[in-house]
């Protein structure tokens, strides 16, 4: 099938040098900076986010257990444990692959913010094999109030599975999240990545004994949907912690588990899709640089899918290709459009690395592509992003002179706790909420949700899909930001 003349436009734009210098190493200092404003818990001395506090310290009581700590998914005060897993590992993927782009301070600040995530996430699979945690806080309760998380009176209940209930899916992120951290953590915190590791294995086994959906449960599937259910299902995820148990450890065990479920698993569909509920794509590229380095044959499959995924980047290809905004942003139908730039472009990226260390191009049928092909692409989201784009402002906050200034964030629209406290009430939030006011406190580099297909933006608090950050849209710009802070002048 020819591309289309639109199509071939957009494409073309996409290979021009963008207009707009940018401060990549500004993009990725602030895109780390952006966790401190999502922690959970009690706050470190070394806090940077200011205008934070201490939060909800008697999580998990409820369950007598303790769950104090780790993230806010996005604007709410919400913690869920399946998003979080998967920030967690992207965090650990941009440590490993994106190292050598990173100063020693960045590296070491990336890490800090893993670590508030892993620190965390060992606890939520701390009574293994037994319970597994699932969640904290009520959606229900929390999204009918607008307040700061250091006031909030609404119920903190955490929710957990108990064997054999199925979690092969948050099991499975948990899993892949502790394995890639232990690599991370390998050369800094050798008795720490042990840690990580051996719960991982273990985290792993419960999610493959027990097979199904978190969601499956009706108690869990209340508190969760529609908001994280596991709509692509669970068995993506049994091939994500396996494959990156299989980085971690070398095993064959997980090779052979590889192997043996790719095509029962579904790993022929869906290799289009990267984010939080869909792996596909993740597990392809991961495994595929075993075969780059150590040409493992049996393995070869999942090469072959990640192969398929990067030549849809490129229109003049046979085959389904990805679609562009006119501006030149990757886009797939949904909310907050940028989770999936920020993904995708992640792959795109580090595949291309993977092929030019091992002095490859990228092979689709009459056409081959140089690594830096796929880098274009990827530069030309970034700058998007930015701010070279149809709006001309900037979709990170803090970031340039001209970015949102009403977000949909709690902790950001309501004035700090350092400097107002008194607590804002439920109610009285609400009229923060829809105050025309710019936010009191600054998130600084919070990539929030982006643009619509015609590269149209609301910016206002009261526009979700539009303008709520979130942990997962942030993580894979740390390796993005890391990579062209090192190469600057790459165009």
């Given at each position: ?37 999502q ?53 650990a ?5 994106f190292?050598?782009?990173m100063s ?14 892993t ?89 493959d ?54 095509q029962?698993?579904g ?15 993740g ?39 990805m679609s ?21 472009s ?27 092909s ?43 706790v ?68 090192s ?5």
């Amino acid at each position: 099938m020819k591309p289309s003349f639109f199509i071939l436009t957009v494409f073309a734009l996409l290979l021009l040098p963008t207009a707009i210098p940018h401060d990549y190493s500004d993009a990725l200092r602030k895109s780390i900076l952006f966790f401190e404003g999502q922690r959970s818990g009690l706050l470190p001395k070394q806090q940077r986010m200011s205008w934070r506090g201490n939060s909800a310290l008697n999580d998990g009581k409820n369950l007598n257990t303790d769950l104090v700590g780790g993230y806010y998914d996005a604007g709410d005060n919400i913690k869920f444990h399946f998003p979080m897993a998967f920030t967690a590992t992207m965090l650990a993927w941009s440590s490993i692959d994106f190292r050598s782009y990173m100063s020693q301070n960045d590296l070491g600040h990336n890490l800090i913010a893993l670590k508030w995530a892993t620190d965390y996430l060992l606890k939520t699979v701390s009574q293994l094999p037994n319970r597994i945690f699932v969640q904290v806080g009520e959606t229900k309760a929390d999204h009918n109030c607008w307040e700061r998380p250091e006031d909030m009176d609404t119920p903190r209940t955490a929710f957990a599975l108990d064997a054999p209930d199925p979690a092969s899916d948050l099991a499975g992120e948990i899993a892949a999240a502790l394995a890639a951290a232990s690599i991370a953590f390998k050369q800094s915190r050798p008795k720490y990545s042990e840690e990580l590791l051996n719960k991982a294995i273990e985290t792993f086994q419960y999610a493959d004994s027990h097979r199904g959906c978190y969601t499956d449960n009706p108690n869990v599937n209340e508190a969760v949907c529609p908001f994280y259910c596991s709509v692509n299902g669970y068995k993506d995820e049994l091939l994500w912690g396996a494959a990156w148990l299989r980085r971690a450890t070398g095993n064959d065990y997980y090779l052979e588990y590889l192997v043996n479920n790719r095509q029962a698993f579904g790993q022929d569909f869906n290799y289009l899709e990267f984010g939080w509920d869909n792996k596909y794509g993740g597990v392809n590229v991961l495994i595929a640089k075993e075969i780059f380095e150590k040409d493992v044959s049996a393995l070869r499959a999942y090469k072959d899918a990640a192969e398929e995924m990067m030549c849809a980047y490129f229109p003049e290809t046979s085959g389904p290709h990805m679609s562009y905004t006119p501006g030149g942003l990757l886009y797939k139908p949904g909310s907050s459009q940028l989770q999936n730039t920020a993904a995708l472009s992640f792959l795109l990226l580090t595949y291309a690395d993977y092929l030019s260390k091992s002095s490859q191009q990228l092979n689709c049928g009459n056409h081959q592509f140089p690594p830096d092909s796929l880098r274009r692409i990827v530069k030309r989201q970034v700058d998007y992003v930015l701010g070279d784009n149809p709006m001309k402002m900037s979709y990170m906050v803090g970031y340039g002179d001209e970015y949102p200034r009403q977000i949909h964030h709690r902790g950001a629209s309501i004035p700090s706790v350092k400097v107002h406290r008194k607590a804002f009430g439920c109610v009285q939030g609400w009229n923060i909420f829809a105050s025309p006011n710019p936010d009191p406190n600054i998130l600084v580099g919070a990539v929030i949700g982006g643009p619509d297909v015609d590269d149209s933006f609301i910016g206002k608090r009261t526009n979700a899909s539009d303008t709520e950050p979130t942990t997962y849209i942030n993580a894979p710009f740390v390796g993005l930001f890391a990579y062209f802070q090192s190469n600057p002048t790459f165009s």
